[in-house]
């Protein structure tokens, strides 16, 4: 289905109703692509400066070519850095057997450690990036029938599309209950701040599983059967086989280069 503009779509959803001939390409192509390139990378050894230019080049021109605003994508693939460089950081260590202080990480860094910190930092924003420009280009409905279509087990694509439809319900529901403990509770100290935080997460998981017994009971009495009816139609055209074709060569480039 081809991409169209959406007046209701907010946040980083409306990227995925830009029109553009990524967007206008058959979800399991885009998927497909974004696996291939993300197995390749993360199976692959740690990528060279070379290798990791030019990937990142063609994931930009990707980018480009679908009108996305390329540094908003870039900021948001950034959020995985924090959590990647902790884990790289202490990664030399686990191959060179060092200890837990200043002079094991100098030992480590030294005799090549960079390299495996170099790795999972790499690997972990290319994957981020990737996968960013497939959510970005996919509208979800379009998302969740390509992985059905490729045999991605029903029930998971069940899970994830009601996780989508339901994210924003409880968003709103937290930001209620939160403007609420504000306007109750500005003179509380950190200890009774955090205590009733985790009230609030307590009182989320119970509306959560509440509502969650509710709607699969009224499903029920719609006459649900395990899956959910769609209207989507996909078709795989000429550029979806030049666009998964070239996507296949430059994962197979990063394994065998």
Known sequence: MAGHEHAHATGYDALTYICSPIHNLDPRTKIASALAIVVAVVVGPPPRIEEFAALVSLLIAVGLLAKLPILRVLKRSALVLPFAGTIALFAPLQGDAGSLNVTGFATAYAAGGWIAAWAVLSKAWLSAF????????????????????????????????????????????????????????????????????????????????????????????????????????????????????????????????
């Not at 100290?189 to 119970?206: C, E, N, P, Q, V």
């Open 130 to 257: 990737t996968m960013l420009l497939l959510a970005a280009t996919t509208p979800p409905p379009q998302l969740f029938e390509g992985m059905a279509r490729l045999r991605m087990p029903r029930i998971i694509v069940m899970l994830l599309s009601f996780i989508y439809r339901y994210v924003d319900v409880l968003r709103a529901q937290i930001v209620s209950m939160r403007r609420a403990i504000a306007s109750r509770g500005y003179a509380l100290s950190r200890w009774r701040t955090a205590k009733l935080y985790g009230h609030l997460a307590g009182s989320m998981f119970i509306r959560s599983y509440e509502r969650g017994e509710r709607v699969y009971a009224s499903m029920l009495a719609r006459g649900y059967t395990g899956l959910l009816p769609t209207t989507e139609r996909l078709v795989f055209t000429v550029s979806d086989a030049l666009a998964i074709t070239t996507m296949l060569l430059a994962s197979f480039a990063l394994l065998l280069y």
